[in-house]
Each structure stands twice: as structure tokens, then as C-alpha cells.
């Protein structure tokens, strides 16, 4: 069955940002990463309390700033720098702030470096959610809506890809976001009070429209799009495309692009329909649009107005050749639906990285210098990325 719990659909309402029916406090972990920080955002605007926690593993202090910046709608933020998997600081804060419910984004998301480091995966991205659920088990917190992962589907026998489509991880990370909802699930079924939405996202892109906020990931950028937004602003030299013998038209990787608002909204639209289905459920993110690594590269020329240096190289092991989401559980279940294009995404991406060329170390609004750090490209494929 698709969605593990069932539960009524919401029809073709609720997109858009309908008043909410109330103000809640949100914890928000990985609140100062790139979708933590639109989400927040997201939140905010609907009139809620975002309590963010991050340790800045792969963001900075600067998204917090810029967050706060973007404060609209009633809306309000209070920040706690901890490392997650600090069960004693976790429940520090959760005892000085009392929450409603959690999004929990904190996570490492590196494909080819969870190969590497599969221990330092495991005790992020799984145990930290142990200490994170057994912390709300204390605190009697019990709606909670997980990031999760297309990667999730491995190499699926056929696309678009539903939620019933069977999992197959291939690499330490996505069997890390696997265990974490089959932990979930096991909750729902211990506690039949609980609510969880696990949302599998396809591939997240693009940025805030105000250019404040962006995709800044610390080091090398393991998702293609901040990596060609750094080759267009002259701190890379080149993309590097993994293969373009795939059996797809132009034989580069296809994939689902989503604009990274748009999945801030579904996040917003999952935690209202929380309370409508006890128990965990499944929902991908996704546009049901694919896109190649040249027509984003493309679409990303367009959006800067030069043509983009790239280079084929090697397929690299364990990527596929396509994931394109089925969305329509997230409309019939949440009344969501992504409305940003590709263009868009460039468009954004483009605006938050010429505004802010060296990420948020430029400071409040962003200056206008840059560096040329042109590191060499590592093997590290972002989460469900291919190029
Ligand atoms: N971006 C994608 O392509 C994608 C696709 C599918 C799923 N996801 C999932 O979405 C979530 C958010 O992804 P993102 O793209 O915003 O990544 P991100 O790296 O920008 O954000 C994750 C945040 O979590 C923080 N963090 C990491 N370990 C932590 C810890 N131990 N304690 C506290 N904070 C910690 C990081 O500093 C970072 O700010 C992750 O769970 C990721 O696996 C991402």
C-alpha cells in the first residue's frame, strides 16, 4: 500500500498558504542547512515558532542571520547550536522550550563519502534519530515529519517511481534513511498515538527568490547545482559530468529537480496533515518531470547568460540512469504540488550565488567579491544527484 498508514486524502485543497489554524512550536533540526533554512522560512510565514538546532556541520552561522532576516507572517525564531546526537543537550533544550512537533532535516548527505565513512553515517544519520525520537518520547512529543530520500528506490525497475515502488539502498546512506523509517514505523506501531511523514525527496535545487538565502554547503558541493552555480561564478573550473553513455536522449542521467521552496511548502502542508493519519506514512516530493545533467547545465547557461565549462568524464559506480518521482500521493494526501520549473530553479540559484559568491561568509546581504578556489572535484554525489 502506498503510504504505510492510510488515513483520509485532502482532495485538491490546501496549496497556497492558508491561515493557520494554529500557532505551533516547531523544532527544526538542521535548521541552518539548505532546505532547514527555507523551511524555517516557510514556517515562520504560516505564524509559527521555529526553535532551529544545528551544529554547523555542513552550514554556517550566516543562515541563521539570514533566517531571522527573512522573519515574516507573524512568525518567530529562537536558535541552539548542539550536535544531535548530545541526547543531554537536546533534552536541555526541548525542557527550555517546549515543542509541539519536529522536522527533523539533521543529517549527513554524501553518497560516495558514506561509502567512505559509514560509521560517522550511521551515527548521525541513525542514532542521532534514536536519541531524537527517545528525547520526544520524554518530552511527549509525538508528530514528527523525516527527511527521507529518493535513494531510498536504488536503481528502480521503472519510472515515474511510487511510494510502493520496492526499497533497494545501494550505498551507506540511503540504507541509513531506510533504518531510520523502518525505526519510525516501529514507533508508530509501539505508540499508536504517534504521527510521522516520512518525505522521500527526488533531487532539491535552487534557492529563496529574495537571494538571501541558498544552497552553501561547506567544502566541495556534493549536489550539482551549487556546483555549477560556483562554476558560473568562477570559483570552479569545470563540471564534471559522470557518463554520458546512459540510455536516456542525450545520454547524461535524468533526474527529478524540485525547487527547494516548493519542498519547504510540502513541509509545511506535512506537518498540518499530521494529525489526520496515526502512524507513519510514506509521501515523495517530487515534480514528475525529468531533467538531464545538460538541460539543467543548459538551463543554468540561460539563467547566467554564458555557456557553463563542462567536461564528460567516467560513469561513476551505483548511479542510475533515471528517478522521477510519481507525485500525486502528496496532492491527493496533502494537497501539495510543485509549482517552480527548472528555469526557475537556475534562475534562483543564480541570483542567491552572484548576490553571495563566497556563500554566507559574505556576510548579512551579501558582498561582492569572490575567491577562486578551484578544488578538484571529488567523487562525492549529492543525495540522488547524478551529472
Ligand atoms: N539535498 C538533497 O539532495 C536531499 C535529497 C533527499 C534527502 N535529503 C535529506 O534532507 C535533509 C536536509 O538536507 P540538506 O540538503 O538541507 O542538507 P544540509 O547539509 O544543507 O543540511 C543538514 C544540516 O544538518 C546539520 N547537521 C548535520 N549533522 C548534525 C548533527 N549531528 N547535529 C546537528 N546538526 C547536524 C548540518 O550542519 C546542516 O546544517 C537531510 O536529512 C538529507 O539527507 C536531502
Same mark, same amino acid.
Given at each position: 500500500?502506498? @503510504?504505510?498508514?492510510?488515513?483520509?486524502?485532502?482532495?485538491?485543497?490546501? =496549496?497556497?498558504?492558508?491561515?493557520?489554524?494554529?500557532?505551533?512550536?516547531?523544532?527544526?533540526?538542521?535548521?541552518?542547512?539548505?532546505?532547514?533554512?527555507?523551511?524555517?522560512?516557510?514556517?515562520?510565514?504560516?505564524?509559527?515558532?521555529?526553535?532551529?538546532?544545528?551544529?554547523?556541520?555542513?552550514?554556517?552561522? @550566516?543562515?541563521?542571520?539570514?533566517?531571522?532576516?527573512?522573519?515574516?507572517?507573524?512568525?518567530?525564531?529562537?536558535?541552539?547550536?548542539?550536535?544531535?546526537?548530545?541526547?543531554?543537550? !537536546?533534552?536541555?533544550? !526541548?525542557?527550555?522550550?517546549?515543542?509541539?512537533?519536529?522536522?527533523?532535516?539533521?543529517?549527513?548527505?554524501?553518497?560516495?563519502?558514506?561509502?567512505?565513512?559509514?560509521?560517522?553515517?550511521?551515527? +548521525?544519520?541513525?542514532?542521532?534519530?534514536? @536519541?531524537?525520537?527517545?528525547?520526544?518520547?520524554?518530552?511527549?512529543?509525538?508528530?514528527?515529519?523525516?527527511?527521507?530520500?529518493?535513494?531510498?528506490?536504488?536503481?528502480?525497475?521503472?519510472?515515474?517511481?511510487?511510494?510502493? #515502488?520496492?526499497?533497494?539502498?545501494?550505498?551507506?546512506?540511503?540504507?541509513?534513511?531506510?533504518?531510520?523509517?523502518?525505526? !519510525?514505523?516501529?514507533?508508530?506501531?509501539?505508540?499508536?498515538?504517534?504521527?510521522?511523514?516520512?518525505?522521500?525527496?527526488?533531487?532539491?535545487?535552487?534557492?529563496?527568490?529574495? @537571494? !538571501?538565502?541558498?544552497?552553501?554547503?561547506?567544502?566541495?558541493?556534493?549536489?550539482?547545482?551549487?556546483?555549477?552555480?560556483?562554476?558560473?561564478?568562477?570559483?570552479?573550473?569545470?563540471?564534471?559530468?559522470?557518463? %554520458?553513455?546512459?540510455?536516456?536522449?542525450?545520454? +547524461?542521467?535524468?533526474?527529478?529537480?524540485?525547487?527547494?521552496?516548493?519542498?519547504?511548502?510540502?513541509?509545511?502542508?506535512?506537518?498540518?496533515?499530521?494529525?489526520?493519519?496515526?502512524?507513519?506514512?510514506?509521501?515523495?516530493?517530487?515534480?514528475?518531470?525529468? +531533467?538531464?545533467?545538460?538541460?539543467?547545465? %543548459? #538551463?543554468?547557461?540561460?539563467?547566467?547568460?554564458?555557456?557553463?565549462?563542462?567536461?564528460?568524464?567516467?560513469?561513476?559506480?551505483?548511479?542510475?540512469?533515471?528517478?522521477?518521482?510519481?507525485?500525486?500521493?502528496?496532492?491527493?494526501?496533502?494537497?501539495?504540488?510543485?509549482?517552480?520549473?527548472?528555469?526557475?530553479?537556475?534562475?534562483?540559484?543564480?541570483?542567491? =550565488?552572484?548576490?553571495?559568491?563566497?556563500?554566507?561568509?559574505?556576510?548579512?546581504?551579501?558582498?561582492?567579491?569572490?575567491?577562486?578556489?578551484?578544488?578538484?572535484?571529488?567523487?562525492?554525489?549529492?543525495?540522488?544527484?547524478?551529472?
Amino acid at each position: 500500500m502506498r @503510504g504505510e498508514a492510510g488515513g483520509p486524502g485532502r482532495g485538491e485543497a490546501g =496549496q497556497g498558504r492558508p491561515a493557520h489554524p494554529r500557532r505551533e512550536t516547531v523544532l527544526v533540526t538542521g535548521a541552518a542547512g539548505f532546505i532547514g533554512s527555507h523551511t524555517a522560512v516557510e514556517l515562520m510565514a504560516a505564524g509559527h515558532h521555529v526553535v532551529g538546532v544545528d551544529n554547523f556541520a555542513n552550514s554556517s552561522p @550566516g543562515a541563521v542571520d539570514r533566517i531571522r532576516a527573512l522573519a515574516a507572517g507573524g512568525g518567530s525564531f529562537e536558535f541552539v547550536e548542539l550536535d544531535l546526537r548530545d541526547r543531554a543537550a !537536546l533534552a536541555a533544550a !526541548l525542557r527550555h522550550c517546549p515543542v509541539d512537533a519536529v522536522i527533523h532535516f539533521a543529517a549527513k548527505k554524501a553518497v560516495g563519502e558514506s561509502v567512505e565513512i559509514p560509521l560517522d553515517y550511521y551515527d +548521525t544519520n541513525v542514532n542521532a534519530t534514536l @536519541g531524537l525520537v527517545e528525547t520526544m518520547l520524554g518530552h511527549g512529543v509525538n508528530r514528527l515529519v523525516f527527511s527521507s530520500s529518493c535513494s531510498i528506490y536504488g536503481d528502480a525497475a521503472s519510472v515515474p517511481i511510487r511510494e510502493d #515502488a520496492p526499497a533497494r539502498p545501494t550505498n551507506p546512506y540511503a540504507r541509513t534513511k531506510w533504518m531510520c523509517e523502518q525505526i !519510525l514505523a516501529d514507533v508508530c506501531h509501539r505508540y499508536p498515538d504517534w504521527h510521522v511523514t516520512s518525505l522521500r525527496y527526488f533531487n532539491p535545487a535552487g534557492a529563496h527568490p529574495s @537571494g !538571501l538565502l541558498g544552497e552553501d554547503p561547506r567544502g566541495v558541493p556534493n549536489n550539482v547545482l551549487p556546483y555549477i552555480a560556483q562554476v558560473a561564478v568562477g570559483r570552479r573550473a569545470e563540471l564534471s559530468v559522470f557518463g %554520458d553513455d546512459y540510455p536516456t536522449p542525450d545520454g +547524461t542521467g535524468i533526474r527529478d529537480y524540485i525547487h527547494v521552496v516548493d519542498i519547504a511548502e510540502g513541509h509545511r502542508l506535512a506537518l498540518d496533515a499530521l494529525g489526520e493519519a496515526p502512524g507513519h506514512r510514506v509521501i515523495n516530493l517530487g515534480t514528475g518531470r525529468g +531533467t538531464s545533467v545538460r538541460e539543467l547545465l %543548459d #538551463a543554468f547557461a540561460a539563467a547566467c547568460g554564458r555557456e557553463l565549462p563542462a567536461r564528460v568524464v567516467a560513469r561513476r559506480p551505483g548511479d542510475v540512469a533515471e528517478l522521477v518521482a510519481d507525485p500525486s500521493l502528496a496532492r491527493e494526501l496533502l494537497g501539495w504540488k510543485a509549482t517552480h520549473d527548472v528555469a526557475e530553479m537556475c534562475r534562483d540559484a543564480w541570483n542567491f =550565488q552572484r548576490r553571495n559568491p563566497n556563500g554566507y561568509a559574505d556576510g548579512p546581504a551579501g558582498a561582492t567579491t569572490s575567491t577562486n578556489d578551484n578544488d578538484n572535484q571529488r567523487d562525492d554525489r549529492g543525495d540522488g544527484d547524478d551529472r
